[in-house]
């Protein structure tokens, strides 16, 4: 009998810990014109991936083939201005054809992780990309520096889809 108990209690443990946490992460619910989004990203903050800790000058860049994978080129230096540059070139696949709003990123075949595009300024000039867990977030500009009220509304996007805003770290990027 006791079994049963603790059996019980571990799942309404198991529930309750499931529905307290925030709804799925959405994807913006507009069509991304993709040759729009192609181009030369800055990434002004991220909650980042082990490998991208201490960037500098990061750059996402995106090129659509004609078959209509989306090329991708990710650059940047690890600690310091003056660090090696590192290149990391996974491709992306839209996901959602009607939005075209959620990637399938390949870094590794045949593994393909989901990425959001979480937050699409009307201009093309600033896009959020996050992934569905909420580990990480990339804020990214067509410049390297964002005004502080762009930023501050590109935070506050952040927060409303379930990041912790504090755990963004900001990119430096060289005086150009």
Known sequence: MRIHHLAALLLAALLAACAGGPPPLQAIDRRVDLERFMGDWYV???IPI???EGAHDAVESYRLSPEGVIETTY???KG???APLKTFTPKGFVENTQTNA???MQF???FRATYLVIYLDEAYQRTIIGVPSRRWVWVMSRTPDVPADEYAAMLAAV????YDPALLQKIPHRAR
Do not use: K, N
């Open 44 to 46: 002004v903050a991220s």
């Open 50 to 52: 082990f490998l991208e």
């Open 75 to 77: 650059t940047f230096r």
């Open 80 to 82: 310091s201005f003056d």
């Open 102 to 104: 959620e990637w399938g």
């Open 108 to 110: 590794v075949w045949p």
């Open 159 to 162: 927060a409303a889809a379930g």
